[in-house]
């Protein structure tokens, strides 16, 4: 693993290496559209999957869950397995996504941390000085249950459907340390950035390896992609992006890199800051469904070359019915079309701009899927 | 009135009519530091207000408005004036903004609404047919309580500093009507506009009057200036925003042009939309912390050519300390004269980039203003 990391950027001995560094797990996909998307072939069909694909949108889902609670569920193999294939069986969607959340790493390491219905992930203690940065718990090793849960999965998708692991990243894992909980404003984050950069950057730096073991664990377990969430690093200035985020999601994307499966990363509202975030080394670019795809990539590739675009049609068009959604797919679809005609990228998996409303219904989402696949 | 409307446009001809559309209750200004920078002048020190500055960060605003609910405020003259009047006494800014709400028009036109603590603005009945529609109450008079309300401010400030008045704009106020309340995604909305254009025309066509009237209202008793909010506007994407939005805000807009009083838009998360935005044709363009100011002046000014700028301090900072807030208030300062310098822009208005955070020490905004006068 080292003597490889030492060797990135020399592709030849890397392509030469990759077997090494494949896990055992992994299995190989054959014709799946999300990989062949992501390694810049023509893939069979338009690849796309949904986040939150699995969740409240689906009945199946509220009958699973009834008495247990969110994060509880994350910790459960057989319930996070069916869960995260729910939506695939249903949708026929070209990836499944782990069904988890941001927080799952921070509970396996220690931290109190609840889930409370309609509010979010509220902390036990907030973190706001050194001493409680120096005393949040790394994760050290792997999460038995969800590498379990893994197993499971894997056990039922087709070889041409991705299974697509996940970690919140860094800056939207600290602004709910920081902030004790969901914040609107993310005003104490921000004020620990400009007034405190010191405990800012010793947090940071502290969640890193908690997130890339979650990651190493996901993959040790078989997962075939990886998308960052970066929820709410949309709420920063390209500045303080640059400055006080992009170097810590850079680092964990670097570490992931050595396992040679595609990287996403993804953040809501982001427009303003599409070219630093590309800058963290993902292949593929989720992009919010404010900015049309061909301007998204011209963003990107300014910055760090053509990648592939994911996205990005807006969650609300399920509930506008049958002609507008076509509409909006189509337009979503051409100026994919015309980022890559124009060497701005190099491939295009369609997803929303943002995750599915609970309030979806689950055959407008099936529905959206088949217009996609036409 | 009808004549100037007619000859709108021959700049000569209005310029020579001004003087009788100027209502008899509007003041003459000397040395106002917002109205020098909205002509082009040379201001005295850097004009600012800051968005929500008569509110909850402030104790005397607790203290009077206890036992009275937000709505109720907005229409008890006395309470009105006394809280629109607390921040300027108390921050030395150089505005006073009309406390009110956006749904106070709707509210005085008859239409069922309350503002629920911790919530915001929920309807009694949603908006969703166009029967619905064609109910919809219109404000045809003004606002008594407002006026008189307006009149008790003016008597307390002095020549040098600005009463802005307010409206929402019809997409804010739509959201509001037909979502039912206040919504994160607005997918009722877009399903709407998207779904059924019919009708979400006709809902936008008839919101208007009533937003012009609110205002011709608050300009009759004599407001100095005037800002048209669209809170929610960063949730569209431009094409969106152009097709279903900017006709009704230009109608607004422009049936205001005729009295001469500069007219301010401003919505949070616009940084895709600024140039589309700057058609609707307000002299000044508030921008969200998001986009520096320079950047911003670039996309308004090659829609619209250069504008007044207005903002862009991300509200958060006023929890960060002196050190970072006073360098962050250099650097805006910096980037709206480089907008200046460069062509793209006629001036500036210094105000936050969003309102003033519910839990800010009142004393920290004090303090960031005379930072931002010295």
């Given amino acids: 693993m080292w003597l490889l990391f030492l060797n990135w950027g020399e592709w030849g001995k890397i392509e030469l290496m990759s077997a090494l560094t494949v896990p055992a797990a992994r299995r190989t996909l054959i014709n799946a559209p999300i990989l062949d998307a992501t390694l810049g072939k023509t893939p069979t069909r338009t690849p796309v999957w949904f986040m939150r694909q699995a969740g409240r949108s689906l009945p199946e889902y509220k009958k ?3 008495g247990i609670s969110m994060l509880d569920s994350c ?5 996070l397995a069916e869960i995260t294939l729910q939506p695939v069986r249903r949708h026929d969607v070209d990836a499944a996504i782990l069904f988890s959340d941001i927080v799952v790493p921070l509970r396996a390491a220690g931290v109190g941390v609840e889930i409370v219905a309609g509010r979010g992930p509220v902390l036990e203690a ?3 000085s050194r001493e409680d940065v120096a005393n949040l718990p790394i994760l ?3 999460i038995p249950e969800v590498e379990q849960g893994i197993g499971i999965i894997l056990e039922e998708l087709s070889d041409s459907q991705a299974l697509i692991g996940f970690a919140g990243a860094p800056f939207t894992l600290a602004s709910y340390l920081v902030e004790g909980g969901p914040s609107k404003n993310h005003e104490k984050t921000k004020a620990m950035m400009h007034g405190d950069p010191e405990t800012w950057h010793a947090l940071m730096a502290r969640l890193v390896p908690t997130i890339v073991n979650s990651l190493k664990s996901q ?3 078989g997962i075939d992609a990886m ?3 970066d929820s709410w690093a949309g709420f920063l200035t390209e500045r303080d992006y640059t400055e006080f985020v992009l170097p810590y999601s850079t680092a964990i994307l670097n570490e992931i890199a050595q396992y040679q499966l595609p990287r996403i990363h993804f953040g809501v509202g982001t427009g303003e800051i599409l070219g630093a ?3 963290a080394g993902s292949e593929v670019m989720g992009v919010d469904w404010r900015v049309p795809l061909d301007k998204a990539a011209q963003r990107i590739a300014a910055v760090s070359g053509p990648k592939v675009l994911q996205g990005n049609l807006d969650p609300a068009l399920l509930f506008a019915g049958r002609a507008p959604l076509t509409k909006e797919i189509e337009r979503i679809k051409a100026e994919a079309q015309t980022a890559i005609d124009a060497g701005h990228a190099t491939g295009h998996i369609f997803n929303l701009g943002h995750g599915v409303l609970p309030n979806t219904v689950a055959e407008d ?3 959206a899927v088949a217009i996609i696949h036409s």
Same sequence: chains 1, 2.
């Fill in 219 to 221: 993959i040790d377990a």
């Fill in 227 to 229: 998308q960052l969430f």
């Fill in 64 to 66: 699973v869950r009834e």
């Fill in 140 to 142: 050290e090793g792997g």
């Fill in 126 to 128: 907030p973190v706001r």
């Fill in 365 to 367: 989402i099936t529905e």
């Fill in 75 to 79: 910790f459960m193999p057989e319930l």
């Fill in 277 to 279: 975030m590309s800058k």
